[in-house]
DNA sequence: CCCGTATCTAGTCATTGACAAGTTCTGAGT
DNA sequence: ACTCAGAACTTGTCAATGACTAGATACGGG
């Protein structure tokens, strides 16, 4: 990709998006530089700010990008736990998509395509809860359960239960954690001795 | 604190501190800049690069002082839920502290000082799981208890949950959020249909 | 074939992080 | 009280970056 015989890339937009993946995935979003991924992509250094606008545009698409594969990764899940463990399969196997999305420093919040895909992702989160109106309130559930995916999704991302994991597959450890809690063994608010 | 007397300013270490913590929590981690951060103390440019080497150094130091205070607010706390909410509250209050030290592309992981505190905040997490051995596996119970304070904390500090949570203080619904999650109402892994 | 426009290049400026070298102050030891 | 080693801070500098501007090139509809 280095030397190119055309004067147009082609696809620099992709190609900038992609090397912007390998960035964030490697050193994160902080040591993304618009002029090394136009090196990387073999163009001029003002040339992925045609794309993007700028720094803030480029993490923009990023996010909206990873909202909408979010949304794929989730749709048509079995049941509520199924859902939970894409969650977690989508930061694992998307870690500079994820982190991105949550960051919202990053972004450009008012932006129509980030708004549109955050909405899908949104409503795939809801439908997982959707039939379990009665048995509570649908949306505190939908947090509890939001809350323990992406919990243990960021967690696992900062390398802090890598330990505990080891070398067992983290969607199905995930999927034993979600086991453990609702078969009660997790006593929340029993009294216990301070060790 | 813009002029100043004497040659030496006499706390700037922790003048610097301070002033990072105020942009981290308006701006993001990203915004950060030594420069910036020494105007605003009144000293050369210089200045902050002595007590923090660079700026790694500067979000490592914020780190440790992070995971130190974390520490602090989990000690004593009466039981597991409760160990969960001053999880939750110690995101709220320090809200720049916990979006660095989750955030290992930004530190020096191999600082003595955030090693040590660390481990200090860690030893406070297995303490609050140390007394269910016998219900089940304690590591993966605390596991699943961390994941479920630390999503909350999250989606709270990323604005993913503002609109559910409303008026209410954050700590009193994630109290709530627990209480819905052991009562059982959420059956993780009923069938469903897709809405 | 022509021209409007998207794509990319080249040049520039202010800002920043990092480093080096020099200056001012503090305080421990005698 | 004196010295001096080192801590605290300043000044100067360099390469790299984001953002902006103006201009060159190529594509594609009419």
Do not use: C
């Not at 163009?43 to 606008?53: E, G, I, L, T």
């Not at 749709?75 to 977690?88: F, N």
């Not at 439908?127 to 939908?142: E, P, Y």
């Not at 947090?143 to 696992?156: E, M, P, V």
């Amino acid at each position: 990709m280095t030397s190119r015989s055309t004067y147009h890339h082609g696809d620099l937009r992709q190609a900038v998006l992609a090397a912007a993946l390998d960035v964030i995935a490697a050193e994160g979003p902080g040591a993304l530089s618009l002029r090394d991924l136009a090196r990387r992509a073999g163009v001029s250094h003002a040339a992925p700010a045609h794309h993007f606008k700028d720094r803030t545009g480029l993490l923009t698409a990023l996010a909206a990008e990873g909202y909408g594969l979010l949304a794929e990764a989730l749709a048509a899940a079995p049941d509520l736990r199924e859902r939970g463990v894409r969650y977690v399969r989508f930061a694992v196997e998307h870690p500079a998509h994820f982190q991105v999305m949550f960051q919202p420093a990053l972004l450009r919040a008012d932006d129509p395509d980030l708004l549109a895909a955050k909405e899908r992702a949104s409503a795939e989160l809801r439908a997982g809860v959707a039939g379990l109106t009665d048995t509570g309130d649908a949306r505190s559930a939908g947090i509890a359960a939001w809350s323990l995916a992406h919990g243990f999704a960021t967690l696992l991302l900062t390398h802090n239960v890598t330990g505990a994991v080891g070398d067992r597959d983290p969607e199905e450890y995930f999927r034993s954690l979600t086991g453990l809690l609702f078969s009660g063994q997790l006593p929340a608010s029993g009294r216990q001795e301070r060790e």
